[in-house]
């Protein structure tokens, strides 16, 4: 009964966000007397929670002129997307887009006002704007740059005498002689997380693109689908599954949710996870030492994190106040509430040309591969003539088929390329 009621309350919240946030475009006409005053309310939703983005509303509502005031709602990552598809295609939403994989899919599909001529976009460096930009134009601008690595527990690595591993070989290395020690190496929320997905795709950065035999062109070909997954990348998922084959990854993760995999590394039960700043606050609050290694292939000389420009923030085409929403952006887009972005996400870095941040120790091991920009993401590459997120969730759910034993490389790589086939988007 308890699951069935989950479930119920999932719906309602959909219905209450559909509901009650979808008309946030109107909303911006619903003014609120405050005596002389009037108070024309900027909607925008987003997966980030409160606490996350508090500091950002706080300071943008600080500047606002004009009577205006912006309203955040949080909808849960696993929702949010089609949350906010819902919205787009019935002509309403939010005021405010914010997107990460799925934000150059919102400009194919015409959801979005071209702001290319908007002075504030000059504040960011090219490959911020690569997500929000299509055919020379541009719809959006970038929140912080995210990446992925490996945490790890340092305290269980000094008591076995081991140092972060530097290739994926040297990772399986310290996989088993932590599991011959009666140490779980390697936690995985399976049920709801992507943390395997991006194993598999900072391996892939590393060992197929960056460090093995092809470039990243190949994606922009499968995005037009002038290549496939299939009979390309076969041998290197064959390589990574040695993770799932020596039960690193195994069955019982998939009853797992990624929130569980936090106070387990905390409390000193699994060695590492696959995570990313947003992980930091909560880490440095409990009681261990612990650090990021990078995502790894087979050249320790040049390794790469999974990531890019996080969140994009662009202008509902429908919002009922288009003029109050270019002053949202503005403001977004300035250099103090960027830099209120990034203090909110600790260790990430930002598109604004002249910010530099500072990162702390825990960022040591990484350090040098984020200086030299080795940053990058499949799925981004994949977005310019598909729905990235439609594509990370056939991937997490064609690998919980290969951790059940149900699913073969084969059949992981001919189940994407099936998908991509479906959805690419026809000129």
């Known amino acids: 009964?308890?699951?069935?009621?989950?479930?119920?309350?999932?719906?309602?919240?959909?219905?209450?966000?559909?509901?009650?946030?979808?008309?946030?475009?109107?909303?911006?006409?619903?003014?609120?007397?405050?005596?002389?005053?009037t108070n024309k309310t900027i909607s925008m939703i987003g997966w980030y929670e409160e606490n996350i983005m508090e500091d950002t509303i706080q300071k943008i509502n600080e500047s606002l002129e004009g009577g205006y005031t912006l309203e955040y709602t949080f909808v849960n990552l696993k929702q949010f997307n089609n949350v906010l598809s819902t919205q787009l295609a019935a002509g309403e939403g939010p005021d405010i887009v914010m997107d990460g994989a799925s934000f150059p899919a919102r400009i194919k599909a015409n959801y979005l006002l071209e702001i290319t001529n908007e002075d504030f976009v000059t504040n960011f460096n090219e490959a911020g704007l690569e997500l929000s930009s299509a055919n020379g134009k541009v719809y959006g601008i970038p929140s912080y740059g995210w990446y992925s690595g490996v945490w790890y527990n340092k305290e269980i690595f000094e008591t076995y005498n081991l140092t972060p591993p530097e290739t994926f070989a040297e990772l399986l290395e310290v996989c088993q002689t932590l599991t011959d020690h009666g140490v779980q190496p390697l936690g995985f929320g399976l049920s709801d997380s992507d943390t395997a997905w991006h194993s598999l795709v900072g391996y892939l950065e590393n060992a197929f693109y960056n460090g093995g035999t092809q470039t990243t062109e190949f994606d922009t070909k499968f995005a037009e689908g002038e290549v496939t997954l299939s009979g390309n990348l076969d041998p290197y998922v064959n390589e990574w599954a040695q993770i799932i084959k020596k039960g690193f990854i195994d069955e019982k993760m998939l009853g797992i949710s990624g929130e569980q995999i936090l106070p387990d590394f905390l409390a000193g039960k699994i060695a590492m996870f696959n995570g990313g700043p947003w992980h930091y606050e909560q880490l440095k609050g409990g009681d261990i030492e612990f650090g990021m290694f990078s995502h790894l292939g087979n050249d320790k000389d040049e390794k790469w994190l999974v990531g890019g420009p996080a969140a994009n923030f662009g202008i509902n085409k429908n919002s009922k106040d288009p003029e109050g929403a270019k002053k949202v952006l503005a403001l977004l887009a300035s250099e103090e509430v960027q830099k209120t972005i990034v203090e909110s996400n600790v260790g990430g870095f930002s598109y604004f040309k002249g910010i530099d941040t500072e990162i702390p120790e825990e960022y040591n091991d990484i350090k040098d591969v984020l200086a030299a920009g080795r940053v990058g993401v499949l799925w981004d590459r994949w977005g310019t003539n598909m729905p990235g997120q439609t594509m990370i969730d056939e991937g997490i759910k064609q690998l919980q088929g290969m951790v059940a034993g149900m699913t073969t490389t084969e059949q992981f790589l001919k189940a994407m390329d099936d998908k991509a086939n479906s959805i690419r988007y026809q000129d």
């Open 1 to 37: 009964m308890r699951k069935r009621r989950i479930f119920i309350l999932s719906v309602l919240l959909v219905a209450f966000i559909i509901g009650g946030c979808s008309n946030s475009s109107n909303g911006s006409n619903d003014d609120t007397k405050l005596g002389n005053k």
